[in-house]
């Protein structure tokens, strides 16, 4: 009695060992979008294959099969599909036996749909997917080389199991997956000019990155040491390593404190003295054309450019009440510029002219070639999408100015990059992207070499 218990015993524990020695690796099929066009051997595995490319060498003989979204398609109305998966030396195995998950392409009882994998035929009757099994217990030495699949009339198939015994073969079916990058620190509110880094605890792995809201790819800007943050912006970043899974991605929001303006100009055209080039000042009733002149503050310029619609056009005028002002008549236009290629135009500010104020005909309001004028405050504001490094105000009616204060802005939430380590100079453009040197155009960019960042104006 004791004996045949032990033996029992020992079977049991036998067959627990030998269940928990099996293993598997399987390739799943599937596109992010459905297509009728065929895929051909160059881009099965590309357009086809979700998971498990690790395990494919090459695809040949690839004949009317179609991807969709949760697998694969075989075959057309009128010709069947096939395609031969070569795998990879390490997913080259003796299998004890291969699991196909199938569906047929629909009910109709005349088409009876099957697979013939690897020249042995599996019967696919139901048009919900199941697994579909073919055992091979009678080549138990021979390895496993080639996934020869051809199908009678159409079906769908969304994965293949293979399945083995550990002491048959090496395969991982686990590829491993890179670290999610970090990004120190991690958004919120901070000051303009604090020092952004990101960094990946996976040795080797290359980080993408973007500041403009849209997920990161490997076309988007590589990584290539720590940055500062200007403006309010959302850094988003990923890490990829060949053989490696990508990574999750990290996003950060930043909120600038007080990200104010690099630059104010002020114009005061009450007092043309001040102006750049200087204007006499008009005698009282009289004025100066400004038809044609522009002005200057710093980085910003103003030119002025008359309608000529009635008898007057813009103009300095020296009224009898108020002192000189800005005049400019329906139609009128006013050019105002950023000369510096890295700013925008943030906002335009005027202020009233009191000339006239007793008739009410104080107002200014301008048509904008792009952004918002807001006549109740007299400032102009560029769309949320947009930098722009100039904008026309065309008047409506009269307006009358006695001043104006143009703000200027970066265009990118990023400045100062700096490089981690030594190595041949790298070009970033005003929006803080990459720009490969042999396709540098003309403007102006962010070098880096040898452990300095400096702008540089290409020509």
């Known amino acids: 009695m004791k004996k045949t218990f032990l033996i029992l015993v020992i079977v049991a524990l036998h067959a627990i060992t030998a269940s928990a020695s099996e293993r598997s690796f399987e390739i799943v099929f599937g596109a992010d979008a459905a297509n009728t066009n065929t895929l051909t051997n160059a881009d099965f595995v590309e357009k086809a294959v979700k998971s498990g490319k690790g395990y494919i060498a090459q695809v040949t003989s690839v004949v009317n099969v179609f991807p969709e979204t949760d697998g694969i398609r075989l075959s057309s109305s009128k010709k069947n599909g096939k395609f031969n998966i070569l795998l990879a030396e390490d997913a080259q195995v003796v299998a004890r036996r291969i699991v196909v998950n199938a569906s047929r392409y629909d009910n109709d009882r005349d088409a009876e749909a099957a697979i013939m994998l690897n020249s042995e035929t599996l019967t696919v009757p139901s048009v919900a997917p199941a697994d579909y099994t073919l055992a091979i217990p009678s080549r138990p030495e021979k390895t496993l080389t080639n996934l020869i699949v051809d199908a009678d009339h159409r079906l769908y198939i969304h994965s293949i199991t293979v399945y083995y015994d550990d002491s048959q073969g090496t395969v991982d079916p686990e590829v491993e997956t890179v670290a999610t990058p970090a990004i120190i620190p991690g958004g919120g509110i901070v000051s303009a000019g604090t020092t952004v880094e990101i960094s990946c605890s996976t040795p080797g792995a290359a980080i993408y990155y973007t500041i403009d809201g849209a997920d990161p790819s490997t076309a988007s800007t590589l990584y290539d040491g720590f940055f500062t943050v200007n403006n309010c912006l959302t850094l988003k970043a990923f890490a990829v390593k060949d053989g490696m899974k990508p990574s999750e991605m990290a996003e950060a929001a930043f909120t600038v404190r007080n990200a104010g303006a690099t630059l104010e100009a002020t114009f005061d055209f009450s007092a043309p003295a001040t102006l750049n080039p200087s204007v006499a000042e008009p005698a009282q009733k009289e004025s100066v054309d400004l038809d044609g002149r522009s002005f200057s503050n710093g980085d910003v310029a103003v030119s002025f450019t008359a309608s000529w619609s009635g008898n007057t056009a813009v103009r300095l005028y020296h009224s009898y009440d108020a002192g000189i002002d800005l005049r400019l008549y329906d139609g009128d236009a006013m050019l105002v510029r950023s000369l510096n290629p890295s ?65 200027l802005d970066r265009t990118s939430g990023l400045s100062a990059v700096t490089p981690d380590h030594d190595h041949e100079a790298v070009y970033y453009n005003i929006m803080g992207r990459r720009i490969s040197a042999a396709t540098l155009t003309p403007g102006l960019y962010i070098r880096v070499q040898g452990g300095k960042a400096e702008k540089v104006i290409i020509r």
């Open 343 to 407: 700013m925008f135009i943030k906002e335009i500010r005027f202020t009233m002219s009191l000339s006239g104020a007793s008739t009410g005909s104080n107002d200014i309001n301008f048509y904008p070639s792009t952004g918002t004028y807001d006549w109740a405050s007299e400032t102009w504001t560029p769309d949320d999408d947009c930098t722009d490094g100039s904008v026309e105000l065309t008047s409506v009616m009269q307006s009358r100015i006695a001043s104006m204060t143009v703000t």
